[in-house]
């Protein structure tokens, strides 16, 4: 006859789904707490906003076609979701910032948001992230075939564009100064 000590009963690690779904509810509780959720949906607005005709981005699109103008609005919006992965590194606030990014796009401009919501408007700016090689240079040379006009001009004003937007998107997501648990 055993013992019960030879006996060895294996307890598990528990549900790892909802291990991670109790780990992502705790980060949002936290994040409301500390306020950094307002000061996400507060990003997410003030992303929405800039347009090509932003003074802090010094484009020059005075002459520049609707169309043209228009690719240039889809190449912010996605530069600022690229932005929110590359320097928010919780996915809870990069996810907040990007609802409400896309709220008030869908609340204040219906038609834009209509436009890109479908996922195809970014998808050749995925495809030239994945791309080997100078980022910039990728997404310029998808820029310029979204405009029509595949040539080395285009493809540097495309570039110029990914990095002029790139650097103002950096300055203003530090400027949201969210609280980390370092600063607790």
Partial sequence: ???DRDIKI???RGNPELNEIQRISEDI???KQNGNIDKA?????????IRPDCKKLGLDIGNMPAAELYCVRVLLTFTAEYALRK???SDTLGDAVSTSMYDYLKTE??????????GSAFTFYLLALKKSGDTAQNIGEQFAQRCGINNDEYVSLGAGIFNKVLDLYAKIIDEAEFVNEENI
């Fill in 10 to 12: 294996y307890e598990g």
């Fill in 41 to 49: 949906k507060a990003l997410g607005k003030r992303l929405a906003k």
């Fill in 1 to 3: 006859m055993t013992e």
């Fill in 87 to 89: 320097y928010i590194l």
């Fill in 109 to 118: 401009e219906s038609g834009y948001y209509n436009n890109i919501s479908d």
């Fill in 29 to 31: 509780e936290r994040n």
